[in-house]
């Protein structure tokens, strides 16, 4: 199961074009409300989140998603339960992906320590010990970073490749028409 961490204020775009993406390619995604059943993201758009935080089955989880947004980020690093989720999945082994502003979460939590990575223009200062890459998305083993709202398509192909494979990836480039 691919969990997506919906936070207060949360970017829209970062949150709903990998997950529609996941979903094309027959991945099982849940997004996850932290702060309630109904998330507002930082252009007040409401999302029905399909669970609740405590909801989360750590036993069956393949990948944990943090789209950025301020708020969204700020909305996690307020949720000790939504930080343990992150750690709990990376010392696991499975996949920790995170776009924009959500990429210092993992900084802070140590997981992109010695690894390559991207986010959001002017948030490398809190990206220490990672080692930045100017890309769309950067996958490092089970990490997988993206930049920016503009590169939430990438970043759900470098997604749907991590977890299906390239061939999947082109499958589902191919159906939405990237030129």
């Known amino acids: 199961m691919i969990y997506m961490l919906l936070g207060t204020g949360f970017e829209e775009t970062e949150a709903v074009a990998p997950l529609d993406l996941l979903r094309r390619a027959g991945l099982d995604v849940k997004t996850v409300g ?7 993201g930082s252009h007040k758009i409401g999302i029905e989140a399909d669970i609740l935080l405590k909801d989360v089955d750590e036993g069956n989880l ?17 949720s000790p339960e939504a930080l343990t989720l992150v750690k709990n999945a990376w010392k696991a ?4 992906a995170a ?18 990575a991207t986010c959001y223009p002017g948030c490398e200062e809190s990206m220490a010990g990672a ?49």
């Open 34 to 40: 932290i702060n309630g059943k109904t998330v507002y």
């Open 93 to 96: 082994g499975k996949y920790v």
């Open 131 to 179: 080692v930045m890459v100017n890309a769309a998305a950067v996958t490092d083993g089970k990490l997988i970073t993206g930049t920016s709202a503009g590169c939430a398509v990438p970043f759900g192909l470098a997604l749907i490749t991590a977890l299906k494979g390239p061939e999947a990836a082109r499958a589902v480039e191919a159906q939405i028409v990237i030129r």
């Open 62 to 78: 393949d990948m944990v998603i943090l789209p950025g947004g301020l708020g969204g980020v700020a909305s996690i690093k307020a």
């Open 99 to 116: 776009i924009c502003a959500a990429p210092t979460i993992l900084a802070m939590l140590g997981i992109a320590e010695g690894r390559r």
